[in-house]
């Protein structure tokens, strides 16, 4: 009985082990990503609360807040339509358009690049641009640097999303302007007047395409 019960836990831990290396392999988190035979994709927010708020600022954008975490908990959405995004990036992208009762909620772009892929989510509140949620993925290596490549080049690594370098920057509308922005890897100091003009300006002309090319469609 005593070997019967190692045999299954031996059997057990073998395919563990298996399962792990497997993900390990292909370096890529289930929590973080999607695996669609050879693409890998970053996955989009769902049920996700948005981070804590300065406190100076924890009123106006708290709704903001609101909007984003009710937007990203919708499953039934109404419809969903998808175009191809063309010229902005290596690889190509493509932008997805949530529709709830008729009305746009979200806009999704995914730009696929060699060394990285960014995910752009662009949230709505009364038709108006409220929250913009940018995931940026920069690899360790190209993205087809395989174990034959890294040996034949005498590299030290292959391909691993795991190793990717993740930078996440939350932007906050409100009345269509640009009153906060919060980045993973700054120092926590106040952005300047003129970086947050621009961003504004660069946001609100990626959005603009968006629209024109739902409109093309």
Request: hydrophobic letters at 30%; proline letters at 1%.
């Amino acid at each position: 009985m005593k070997n019967k019960y190692l045999s299954v836990l031996f059997i057990l831990l073998t395919a563990i082990s298996f399962i792990y290396a497997e993900n390990l392999q292909h370096g890529f988190s289930s929590s973080s990503v999607d695996r669609m035979g050879d693409t890998i994709r970053i996955k989009e927010s769902y049920k996700e609360k948005d981070t804590d708020a300065n406190e100076y600022l924890k009123d106006r954008l708290k709704p903001i807040q609101y909007n984003f975490k009710r937007i990203n908990s919708i499953t039934n959405w109404t419809s969903i339509k998808k175009q191809n995004i063309e010229g902005e990036s290596a690889e190509g992208g493509e932008a997805t358009y949530y529709y709830k009762n008729k009305r746009l909620e979200k806009i999704m772009a995914r730009h696929y690049g060699e060394m990285g892929q960014t995910l752009v989510e662009y949230y709505l509140l009364n038709g108006k641009l409220s929250f913009v949620f940018e995931k940026d993925y920069k690899y360790n290596r190209p993205l087809f640097y395989d174990v034959k490549a890294m040996k034949e080049n005498n590299d030290t690594e292959a391909f691993d999303f795991e190793k990717s370098e993740i930078m996440e920057t939350r932007n906050y509308f409100e009345k269509e302007n640009l009153i906060h922005i919060v980045n993973s890897q700054d120092c926590g100091a106040p952005f300047s007047g003129s970086y947050m003009s621009e961003e504004e300006k660069s946001i609100k002309e990626d959005f603009k395409r968006l629209l024109k090319l739902l409109q093309e469609k």
